[in-house]
């Protein structure tokens, strides 16, 4: 098949070895739940083994060198994350656990501040209603705890955000607004611009939530003008059990900690303590050493076949993925139709088929995709619907997958027929 | 293949042709949620005495959920609760078995039509389908009885 803009999807494969893994019965795996999590290339593998073989030690605590070695490798992978999002500066990445915890943080630190920054009663926040779980509750609880009012931006029946009555969502009373750069189920990229421009224009605060973005795109902080940026390393190649939070120096300087405890401190007395400063304000206790050196050797492999080529290649993948499934009779599309402004996650309903139906028949074949809400309820209730199906790509995804999932599709079709 | 001994025909059958779905007037509602996938189902439950009546539901899942719906309708309406209670508790012991309960005649005297998602218990993501609105019919029957109690306390 010949489509331009396709990466050499068998020499990359060759760096995956789990794709080679044969389930049911000698069938190939077609891994098609890139977007819960993506499969991890042999050079992460062997930065973490390395790492646990040869130099595995607490990191800022040691004199010896071991521990000069794990810390030097920790914040070296610190040193490429900046670069791979365009950071001003190194000290504006936090490490944590996952996207979730991220996004957990930034609502603790908002809750806590002082002016001009704290989110309390008579203020207000915005999401939409397309964000994952992650960068919903969050916020409810934040909304809870201070009284602050919690809004949202609907979605139009197309799949994207409706931002008709933005300057009625977002206001002056508006402390911060949060919201998905790539939906996770619906594919949508958002507009960034028009919702930075409305937020800087009151003042409030821009929380960008980019765990879809960053593994299928080039991310550039600076060029998002958000204040926070969120995402997960665990989708992007890297091991699971950390994440990041960029964010901007001023802000994580001004900021009050969340969590507290080693690492996070200049001096303890009995009576009062004083912070060190960002990141490591934000980062207590022992971090996730191995995974952030891992995270560290994803994006050195994303970056060295290029976010850029990695974004045209899902581009074709996902273009060619709406035109075949759009063949599949009693097939709805729920998200945009088209491959414009979309990202490689791909929603669909099967006629009366539920989607674990639909789920369990393609697994049978080797065909792994994800059912469910994927922990975007509120997209399922707005559609209408129980739960989709959805099928994810990367880097490593190929048209003969696509056309693996359709032919699979069809043999559900006539499985529950 | 594989999938045969989850869709087994009784259960297809069940799904494509539900019994006793619909609700209808109950002594006890309750609606119950499987939230990493999104079944849902609400069931009402109707008791005259210590018989059950009726075991209405309305819902929305996969085959297995709603044909065990269906399966729970045809097995325990009519039946006194003592009895009922029994039923549900080896249906539960089944599906928690991870494939490793071959039913017998003793079993498929209770259970009937149920045994035939014995090969659904290796699944556990789908052991939570099947078992929704056994759980649901627990939960509504623990509440009828006890508001039946504070109406008469
Ligand atoms: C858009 C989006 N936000 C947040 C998350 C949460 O990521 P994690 O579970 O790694 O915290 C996910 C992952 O499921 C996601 O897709």
């Known amino acids: 098949m010949n489509m331009p803009g396709l990466l050499d999807t068998e020499a990359i494969r060759k760096d995956f070895p789990i794709l080679d893994r044969l389930v049911h019965d000698g069938k190939k795996v077609v891994y098609l739940d890139n977007a819960a999590t993506s499969q991890k290339p042999r050079q992460v593998l062997d930065a973490l083994s390395d790492y646990y073989e040869r130099y595995n030690s607490n990191v800022h605590r040691g004199v010896h060198v071991l521990a000069e070695e794990a810390t030097a490798a920790y914040e070296s992978a610190r040193d490429k994350i900046a670069e791979f999002i365009n950071a001003p500066s190194r000290d504006e990445v936090i490490f944590t656990k996952n996207a979730s915890e991220s996004l957990n943080l930034v609502a603790n630190m908002l809750g806590f501040a002082d002016e001009p920054y704290r989110v309390e009663r008579g203020t207000e926040i915005v999401i939409t209603e397309m964000e994952h779980h992650s960068n919903i509750v969050p916020w409810q609880l934040l909304s809870q705890r201070t009284g602050a009012k919690l809004k949202w931006f609907g979605l139009t029946d197309e799949g994207r955000l409706d931002l008709s009555t933005i300057d009625e969502v977002i206001t002056e009373k508006t402390k911060v607004v949060s919201f998905v750069l790539v939906s996770n189920i619906l594919g949508t990229v958002n507009p960034v611009e028009a919702i930075v421009r409305r937020a800087q224009e009151v003042g409030a605060l821009v929380v960008v939530d980019a765990s879809q973005a960053a593994p299928h795109m080039p991310l550039d902080v600076q060029a998002l003008q958000a204040d926070f940026v969120a995402f997960t390393g665990h989708k992007m190649c890297g091991p699971t059990g950390i994440g990041v939070l960029w964010g901007r120096q001023e802000l994580l300087e001004d900021l009050p900690p969340f969590l507290g405890g080693g690492e996070m401190i200049e001096t303890v007395s009995m009576h009062s303590s004083t912070y060190a400063p960002a990141p490591h304000k934000f980062e207590a206790g022992t971090p996730p050493i191995a995974q952030a050196i891992g995270l560290g050797a994803a994006v050195d492999y994303l970056a060295s076949i290029g976010m850029e080529n990695i974004a045209a290649h899902e581009h074709v993948i996902t273009g060619y993925a709406l035109e075949r499934l759009a063949s599949v009779p009693d097939l709805r599309i729920v998200g945009p139709v088209t491959a414009e402004d979309r990202g490689a996650a791909i929603s669909f309903t099967l006629g009366d088929i539920h989607p674990h139906d639909v789920g369990q028949v393609l697994d049978e074949q080797g065909i792994a995709v994800r059912v469910g809400h994927h922990c975007a309820r509120p997209v399922c209730l707005r559609y209408g619907i129980p739960a989709t199906t959805r099928a994810s790509f990367y880097l490593y995804s190929t048209p003969s997958e696509v056309d693996a999932l359709v032919e699979g599709l069809e043999h559900v079709q006539n499985f529950f027929g | ?153």
């Not at chain 2, 539900?18 to 009402?44: F, K, M, Q, S």
């Not at chain 2, 085959?63 to 039946?79: C, F, W």
């Not at chain 2, 309960?101 to 389908?129: T, W």
Request: overall charge negative.
């Open chain 2, 1 to 153: 293949m594989k999938l045969d001994s989850m869709y087994q025909e009784v259960i297809l059958d069940h799904y494509k042709h539900p019994h006793g779905r619909g609700l209808r007037d109950g002594d006890a509602e309750v609606h119950h949620t499987n939230p990493t996938c999104g079944d849902e189902i609400t069931l009402r439950v109707k008791l005259n005495g210590s018989t059950i009546t009726d075991v209405s539901y309305e819902g929305q899942g996969c085959s297995i959920s709603q044909a065990s719906a269906s399966v729970l309708n045809d097995l325990l309406v009519g039946k006194e609760l003592a009895e009922a209670q029994k039923v549900q508790e080896l249906f539960l012991e089944l599906m928690q078995s991870k494939g490793k309960i071959e039913p017998d005649d003793a079993m498929e005297e209770v259970l009937e039509d149920a045994v035939a998602f014995a090969g659904v218990s290796k699944y556990p993501a789908r052991v939570k389908c099947a078992l929704l609105s056994w759980m649901a019919w627990k939960d509504a029957t623990a509440q009828a009885l006890a508001d039946r109690e504070t109406e008469t306390a």
